[in-house]
Structures are given as C-alpha cells and as structure tokens.
C-alpha cells in the first residue's frame, strides 16, 4: 500500500472515530451545563486539544473536519446559538502548534505534563479573549469550561497515548516495558477508590454529602503519591466522574461554576501532586543509578589499583632475586679470584691491587645486600610474619636508646597474602624509623590485632607527635595509598605523641577460614 493510501485512510478513520467520540463528549457535557456552547468548550475541547499536539499536523485537516462538520449541524438544529464557535477548533490550533515546537526536546513524562498543564492555560485564555465578545456567558465561565474540559482530559489522552505507544515498541522489540502507563495495580486501586466515593455519596445522609466531597481528594493524593503522574492523572479523572454524580443525585453543588471550579481544583490537585512525585522519583532514580555507577568506577578503580600493588610486589620479587642470583655470584667470584692473586703475586703493587679490589667487592655486595632489603626483606622469605617483626624490632635496638618498646602480635597465623605481609612489615618499618629520626619518644607500643573484619595495625608513641597531613608525613604517602589500594584504611594522629592506626578489612578474612 502506497503511503498516500495510507494517509487517506488514516484521515478517514480519524474523520469518523473523532467525530463519533467528539459527539459523545458534548452529549455528555450538554448534560451537565445545557448550554451548547458551555458544552463545546468542556469535555470535547480537552481531548481535540490533546490531539492537536499528539498527532502530526498532517491529520490536523481530518480533525478540522469533523469538529467543523458537528459544529455547522449543531448549529442548524439549534443546539448551539452561536456561529461563533466554529473559531473554537482552529484558537486551539496556536497552543498546539507552540507545544509540538517543543515537545521533543523534553523526553520525561512530568516535563511533558508541564507542557500540556501551559497548553492548557494558554487555550483557555485564547478561548476567552476571542470568544467572550460575541457570547452571553460571563467570560469567567467561559475560561472555566475551558480550562476544566483541559485539565479532565488532555492528560488523560496523553496517558493513553503513551499506553498505545510503549505496546507498540513492546511488539517491536519483543521486550517488556519495566514501567508501563497504565499498570494491573494501577486501575485496580482507581477502581475501588472510585466505588468507596460512589458508595459514600449515595448511601450516607444528606446532612453530611457536602462534607463528603472531601473524599475525591483524598484518592488524588493517595494515588499520586503511589503511581506518579499516571495515579494523578487517572485519580483526577475519576474524581470528576464521582462530582458529577454527587450532581446529578441532587447533592454536593448549588450550580454549574461552583462544580467546574471543584473538577478543576481536584484535578490540579492530583496532577500536580503526580508532576511532582514523579520528578521526585527522577532524580531519585538519577540518584540511584549514579550512585551504582560510581560504585562500579570505585570498584574498577581498587582491582587496578590492587593488580598494579600485585605487579609492583612481584616485580619487586624478581628483581631481588635476581640481583641475589647474578650479582652476589659476580661479587663472590670476584673476591675469590682476588684472594688468588693476592696469595700468588710477588710484586706488592699487586699485592695492593688484589687487596682493593677485594675491598671493592665487599663494598659492592654490603650495597647489593642493602638494595635487597629495601626491594623485598629477606626475612620475609624466611621466616613468618610475627618473627619478622619481632627481628625488626630488636634491630632497631630501642632499650639501647632508652625507648620502652612493646610489641604485640595477636593474629591467628600467617597471612596468606604476600602484598599484605610486605605492606604491613614496610609500614612497621617506615613507622619505626620516623619515631628513631623525629619523634623523641620514649615509649612505643605497636599491636597487630585480628578485627571482626580484617586486621588492625596500631602504632603509638609518645614523642612531639606530628603537624603535618598525610602528604607531608615522612614518606607515607605512598604507603597510605597501597594501604587504601588493598581496601584498607590509615588514620594519622599527632596530639600528644603520634598514633597510626591501619585496618585492612577485605584481604585479611580470607586467612580466618
């Protein structure tokens, strides 16, 4: 089928679909006001204005069409009086065309509502100032039935609309929309609100109906708070249906505005309630999602961090065996053979030379030994942890200082991580040598203690204590960010001496199995 088949018959469908439904609603609106221009302006207003800018301006004739059709027959039967209403479907035309210029350029559901809630307003206002010259009517009442016949239904359409739209991307992608318009729970609670406020208006005694009114607002906001938008739109609707028939039993209104005046008021009420919560809901939802995706960067972020600790450890392990292998060997064989010219040279000045080069090798291999430990401390690899500390301790010869030192080792065992054990025995390390250099203690305590989380590091002296932050505190930087690389963390007191306390929660709870 050609695409202007195509057209006509869409056109066609639209003609004949809207005119029945245009019919329908001014019947209905007839009924309540008896005023056939009161009723052009009601209910069927709302809904020619929500197609008007939920369609594409080309089937904007085949609305003409109908409305203007309907209208002139109207008006020769005498249901309407005034030929001055045929302006009524083109005044509607302007705010239509002002809100398609925008409407792609916001996607959300509550900023579309804001839209049509100013589209609204603004026919309401156009209707008035054009038409309150040539007709009878206050042009109070005339902006009422407007905005009224707006506020019902424009949404309404609008929620149906993107219903219709979402089944369609569903049949099309073959995937579920996770928050549909109109949901199974949606209508059901509309459903009952809406047969408690009949019940009540009908059954109670005529002494407290107007009192009761208060119950169409009671679903507006109950529905809003829990659907969004969709409640608030839907609670509106069926609050006008409840007024209506509070009307129509003889209760509840003295007259028609006072009834338009209380539709629009409960309507306001849900809508806006609806636009809010929904925005609401928005940045929550934003809130949410930022919240995870920062938490997947920051996860992303550690396990690199923690593999670049691991590449740097290992590394560290190679080079130091390495220099163990190679270089120790060169050295010792160096001295070897200097022994061996030393003991067979006649002349001195060999003699000499055997004997510095010896020295020379010595001084290479105490270097070589001192690079190693600052690469990977040998004590490491051959003996546990707590001995290992135990022998640092004692090489820093601290009673020979006059420094009370106590040591407390309260682990289970050895951690099964390499990157954890050499963290913890270089930040002991750094941490001694800061309070020998700086701190004029005379009193250390360190504890190594197991936490319902992980293990606890907490080194104290009672020295000058510290002035600086973490940047400035005598190389620990470096060691605070492998600490927080590894999912732990460091605190840095200075009052009163200088207190150092590290937790590393994650890596530690895999040993306690």
């Known amino acids: 089928m050609g695409r202007s088949w195509r057209h006509l018959l869409l056109s066609l469908f639209i003609v004949f679909a809207w005119g029945l439904g245009w019919l329908a609603l001014w019947t209905i609106s007839f009924y309540l006001t008896s005023n056939g221009q009161q009723a052009t302006l009601l209910l069927p207003q709302g809904v020619h204005l929500a197609l008007l800018i939920l369609l594409h301006r080309r089937y904007w ?46 996607t959300l559901y509550w900023q579309r509502l804001s839209l049509l809630m100013a589209a609204i307003t603004g026919d309401a206002l156009l209707h008035t100032l054009a038409l309150s010259p040539f007709l009878t009517s206050p042009a109070s009442q005339i902006l ?18 993107e219903y219709l739209r979402q089944q369609h991307l569903e049949s099309l992608l073959a995937q579920e929309t996770p928050n549909p318009p109109l949901r199974t729970s949606l209508l059901i609670w509309c459903s009952l609100f809406f047969i408690i406020g009949v019940g009540a208006q009908m059954v109670l005694s005529p002494e407290i109906e107007r009192l009761l009114l208060i119950v169409v607002f009671l679903p507006n906001v109950v529905m809003a708070y829990k659907f969004g938008w969709q409640g608030g739109v839907l609670a509106a609707l069926l609050g006008s249906m409840m007024i209506t028939i509070a009307r129509q039993i003889g209760t509840g209104f003295n007259g028609l505005m006072e009834m338009e005046l209380f539709l629009s008021t409960q309507a306001l009420l849900g809508i806006g309630l609806g636009i809010a919560i929904s925005r609401q809901q928005h940045l929550a ?10 938490e997947i960067e920051l996860q992303a972020r550690r396990e690199l961090m923690e593999q670049l600790v691991h590449a740097e450890e290992d590394t560290r392990k190679d080079l130091a065996r390495e220099l163990h292998d190679e270089i120790g060997q060169n050295i010792t064989a160096i001295q ?39 690469l990977r401390p040998p004590v490491l690899d051959e ?25 407390t080792y309260d682990l289970p ?18 941490l001694l040598n800061n309070i020998c250099k700086h701190a004029d203690a005379s009193r250390v305590d360190i504890s190594l203690t197991l936490q319902p989380h992980g293990v606890r590091l907490e080194v104290k002296d009672d020295g000058v204590g510290f002035t600086g932050d973490l940047n400035t505190g005598f190389g620990l930087q470096g060691i605070g960010e492998r600490i927080r690389a590894l999912g732990g963390d460091l605190t840095l007191e200075g009052r009163s001496g200088t207190r150092v306390i590290v937790n590393l929660p994650t890596l530690f709870q895999q040993n306690q199995r």
């Open 61 to 106: 004739p085949a609305l003409f069409i109908s409305v203007i059709g309907l209208l002139g027959w109207l008006w020769q039967q005498q249901l309407m009086t005034e030929p001055v209403m045929l302006l009524s479907p083109f005044i509607s035309a302007l705010p239509a065309l002002l809100v398609q210029r925008y409407w792609h350029r916001f």
């Open 413 to 430: 065992g050895q951690p099964v991580s390499d990157t954890v054990v050499f963290t913890l025995y270089r930040l002991v390390q750094e």
């Open 336 to 374: 070897i053979q200097s022994m061996l010219v030393k003991r067979t040279a006649s002349v001195d000045a060999a003699t000499l030379a055997a004997e510095q080069i010896n020295q020379l090798a010595q001084r290479i291999h105490h270097s070589t030994r001192q690079l190693l430990r600052q």
């Open 383 to 407: 003996m546990s942890l707590e001995k290992a500390l135990h022998h640092l301790v004692q090489e820093f010869a601290f009673a020979e200082r006059g420094i009370l030192c106590r040591f």
């Open 144 to 161: 009422l039935a407007a905005f009224t016949g707006g506020i019902l239904l424009t949404p309404f359409v609008y929620l149906i609309y």
């Open 285 to 294: 939802n934003n809130l949410h999602r930022y919240r995870q995706r920062l």
